[in-house]
C-alpha cells in the first residue's frame, strides 16, 4: 500500500519561499505523473502542478512563474519549490497522482502566507 507523506509548509510572509516534499512508500508507488494539489479553506482541491505522462510539466495559471515541480526518481520524492507566495496561496498542500485513480491521500502540510 502507498503512504504519501507531505512536509516543508510552514508560515511565510508574502514574497517569500518554500519548498515542499512529497515522501512515498510502498512498492506500488510510481513516481511519474504525480501531482501537487492543494485545499483553501471552503474550498475544492485543486491542482497546481504536475507531471504529465510524458514527463513534461503543467502548472495552473495562477502560479506559472512562481512554482516550480521536480523529482528525484532514486528517493521517489517529489518537490515543489514554491516562490513569490502571496495570501491566496494559503492552504494545505497534498502530492498525489495527477491523473486521478488516486493513492491514499497524505495529510498534507499546511502553508500559510502571511505578513
Known amino acids: 500500500q502507498v503512504q504519501l507523506v507531505e512536509s516543508g509548509g510552514g508560515l511565510v510572509q508574502p514574497g517569500g519561499s518554500l519548498r515542499l516534499s512529497c515522501a512515498s512508500s510502498?512498492?506500488?508507488?510510481?513516481?511519474?505523473?504525480m501531482g501537487w494539489y492543494r485545499q483553501a479553506p471552503g474550498k475544492q482541491r485543486e491542482l497546481v502542478a504536475s507531471f504529465t505522462r510524458s514527463g513534461s510539466t503543467n502548472y495552473a495559471d495562477f502560479v506559472k512563474g512562481r512554482f516550480t515541480i521536480s523529482r528525484d526518481n532514486a528517493k521517489t520524492t517529489v518537490y515543489l519549490q514554491m516562490n513569490s507566495l502571496n495570501p491566496e496561496d494559503t492552504a494545505v498542500y497534498y502530492c498525489?497522482?495527477?491523473?486521478?485513480?488516486?493513492?491514499?491521500w497524505g495529510q498534507g502540510t499546511q502553508v500559510t502566507v502571511s505578513s
Open positions: 498525489n497522482k495527477a491523473y486521478g485513480n488516486y493513492y491514499g
Open positions: 510502498g512498492s506500488a508507488f510510481s513516481i511519474y505523473a
